[in-house]
């Protein structure tokens, strides 16, 4: 397929490879942060392909996984009210809450529908006026565009039993939060290809600069990692720190502006609470004061939840990139794909499941 | 994974609402293009949740795959056979 098929040449691959070994003098960690570029690096074992001493260490950049325990906890609770169909991305109704998940209210006769685009909750709304439709908004910026464009339809529609359950995050600011941590060992970021193509990357040059840490926009097919990687370990070895894009064919510098002028007018920046990772300022987004009366934590009334996590899960530290999947006790054991006590095992931009498709074994993972 | 816009539909009076059929290596699916007024029928588009968030850039593209193929291929031969 086109733009696909001349993206994953293991010819140019291997030049690529090399061309890294020739320029890569001494151990440099590198973070991607996108999930989906998680899940071509441990799928195609291009980090165990990598020059020695050049390591990726997994960002928190899968939306499902850093979705607060509370937030699904409140889903769960909204969604098995009477009178409620609950609409969700596929990935969310197998996410563990305190005490249990979306994929039990509806085995428990709740109305929960998986749809494909937020377009089709609007849609289910206009086609139930008697039912009061909640699509639980997770995500990235990649996400935003779609999630405000269907709040501005519902408006237009004048549908007054639409609501979101909304818990956007933002990207800058979870890469601040991670250079901020005194732990930090990541020296360049490979930043997640889709969310610039939405932000564009002028958020990123100021964190370039005052971390004087290599940025680089980076596209999810194996030469796009391996050029990103490339290009972000030239700066290192050079010495320089600037946003660079790799992605030129699907990023612009200032990104998609109509779509940034659907997510201002619909949300506002707020701090938000991420799951393994804790309260990060103004990381996310809630519903603008204009469309405050689409927001169903207000509609229905959810109030805290004393939330618990499974003690024996890790997703806290694999998030932060301090411990793989194969460090964790229950990884292949109590925690599969089919029964997660994570979120990073759910969805298919989870590092852990990413790890798990992978067949990755502890002993492989330890050995390389 | 980007698709191959086939056809396009802007209802009169709601460019909010311009939608149309995009390809992904043979399944179509119909997709918001409110976002990418200017990807026409024929254009490639990257696409999130149902949204076209971006027009590939087939210049760009051509030249990202140019330089990947100028690079030198002298230390394959130290890798062994691919």
Not at chain 1, 171 to 183: E, K, M, R, S
Not at chain 1, 277 to 298: Q, V
Not at chain 2, 53 to 67: F, G, N, P, Q, Y
Request: with cysteine; net charge negative.
């Amino acid at each position: 397929m086109r733009y696909l098929d001349e993206y994953r040449d293991p010819e140019l691959a291997r030049r690529l490879l090399a061309e890294l070994r020739a320029t890569a003098t001494r151990p440099w960690t590198i973070m991607e942060v996108c999930g989906g570029q998680t899940h071509t690096i441990v799928r195609q074992g291009i980090d165990e392909l990598l020059p020695a001493g050049i390591r990726m260490i997994h960002g928190p950049g899968c939306p499902v996984c850093v979705t607060p325990l509370e937030m699904v906890d409140k889903a769960v609770a909204v969604a098995g009210r009477p009178g409620v169909i609950f609409t969700s991305y596929g990935d969310m109704l197998r996410v563990p809450g305190t005490t249990g998940d979306l994929l039990g209210v509806k085995a428990r006769g709740g109305d929960v529908r998986v749809v494909y685009t937020p377009l089709e909750a609007v849609r289910i709304a206009a086609a139930n006026p008697d039912k009061q439709v909640v699509f639980f908004a997770v995500g990235f910026e990649t996400t935003a565009p779609a999630n405000a464009m269907a709040v501005l339809h519902a408006a237009r529609a004048g549908l007054t039993n639409f609501s979101m359950l909304v818990s956007h995050v933002l990207v800058p600011p979870a890469i601040t939060a991670i250079l901020d941590a005194p732990d930090n060992e990541v020296r360049a970021f490979l930043a997640a290809g889709h969310v610039c193509a939405v932000m564009g990357w002028t958020q990123y040059e100021p964190i370039a600069a005052r971390y004087r840490v290599p940025i680089v926009v980076t596209g999810f097919e194996p030469l796009d990692l391996l050029e990103g990687i490339l290009m972000a370990v030239r700066q290192l070895e050079e010495g320089r720190a600037e946003v660079e894009n790799q992605y030129a064919r699907a990023v612009r510098r200032d990104g998609n502006l109509e779509a940034q002028q659907a997510i201002r007018r619909v949300f506002r920046v707020t701090g938000r609470a991420w799951r393994g990772i804790g309260r990060i300022p103004e990381s996310g987004l809630s519903l603008s004061t204009e469309f405050a009366g689409y927001d169903a934590e207000t509609r229905f009334g959810t109030e805290s939840l004393a939330v618990r996590e499974n003690p024996e899960c890790i997703a806290g530290e694999i998030l932060r990139g301090t411990k793989l999947p194969t460090d964790c006790t229950a990884y292949r054991v109590r925690c599969t794909p089919r029964t997660p006590l994570g979120a990073p095992m759910v969805s298919a931009e989870g590092t852990c499941a990413a790890f798990h498709a992978a067949g990755r074994r502890p002993s492989t993972v330890e050995a390389s | 994974m980007p698709g191959r816009i086939l056809d396009v539909d802007v209802p009169e009076g709601r460019p909010d609402l311009r939608t149309g059929t995009v390809d992904f290596g043979g399944v179509r699916r119909p997709v918001c293009l409110a976002y990418t007024p200017e990807a026409e029928v024929g254009d490639y588009v990257i696409v999130h949740v149902g949204f076209a968030i971006s027009r590939v850039d087939e210049d760009e593209a051509a030249k990202t795959l140019a330089v990947l193929r100028a690079m030198p291929d002298a230390l394959a031969t130290e890798l062994g056979p691919a």
